[in-house]
């Protein structure tokens, strides 16, 4: 299985994946059945999660509603540290996953806009460097694992928030080296090869270190890092299959 996984996430473009995986993993959840975790996003219990990755983790994957584990900390974050359940808020959710759009488009608060530049999953077709809606429109972004891949990420960064509301606020995580104190971004790495070898994937363009909450910030936002994963009981932890040192980026655009 480890190794099915790995070929089809480095073989089969993102995009073809995103239009057929939920129906194949929906026949496989009926395997992973059983009381062992639990997906806090759609409520599925199973003995584990599914491996995910090109170089499969355990546990990663929920085969309902393909939350991965970064998407079930943020659920739980949402949930427990911010407003986003409860108040009227216009969102606008760049490369959105297939684990929280339903959700989302169902939620009676919300003004949901998805947005991606090919994702077939998205409503709006848009290039982050140039997002087509005027300043001070949404009160709260969501852009996840998308700055690894783009051309400039100081100028898409600046983007989200100049379409952000004074006060609006954005979650934009991103792959980082916990390891590295800045980031890892060199013009002469160009090939597919070096960069999986150095980014961790042949269509990332760089590599986040400990830096990356000040180029957050060189962007115009003010940011917080958030260890609330690390603040949470260890047996929430195995029980929802979290990430163990995730930091979340909060990122707020102070009113003007």
């Known amino acids: 299985m480890k190794h099915l996984i790995s070929f089809v996430l480095r073989h089969v473009p993102r995009k073809y994946l995103q239009r057929v995986s939920h129906w194949v993993l929906g026949v496989m959840a009926v395997w992973y059945r059983g009381e062992g975790v639990e997906c806090p996003v759609c409520g599925a219990h199973f003995r584990k999660f599914m491996p995910y990755g090109r170089n499969p983790r355990p546990n990663a994957l929920c085969p309902n509603c393909l939350a991965l584990e970064r998407h079930r900390l943020m659920y739980l974050y949402l949930q427990k540290r911010t407003n986003f359940f409860h108040d009227r808020l216009k969102l606008l959710h760049v490369a959105p996953e297939h684990c929280f759009i339903e959700r989302f488009e169902g939620m009676k608060n919300l003004d949901y806009v998805t947005a991606d530049i090919e994702s077939p999953l998205a409503k709006v077709k848009m290039d982050l460097h140039a997002i087509p809606f005027a300043e001070n429109t949404f009160d709260v972004a969501f852009c996840n694992h998308v700055m690894e891949h783009v051309d400039n990420d100081l100028k898409a960064m600046g983007e989200l928030r100049r379409v952000l509301k004074p006060n ?11 390891s590295r104190t ?17 980014y961790w994937q042949k269509d990332h363009l760089r590599l986040y270190g400990l830096d990356y909450k000040e180029r957050l910030e060189k962007a115009g936002f003010t940011v917080t890092e958030d260890h609330f994963v690390m603040e949470l009981p260890r047996q929430m932890v195995e029980q929802y299959a979290l990430p163990d040192q995730e930091i979340v980026y909060f990122c707020r655009k102070e009113g003007q």
């Not at 790495?189 to 999986?196: C, G, K, L, P, Q």
């Open 168 to 178: 609006g606020w954005a979650i934009i995580q991103s792959p980082m080296d916990l």
């Open 182 to 198: 800045t980031t890892l971004e060199d013009p002469a790495i160009v090939t597919e090869a070096d960069r999986e070898k150095h």
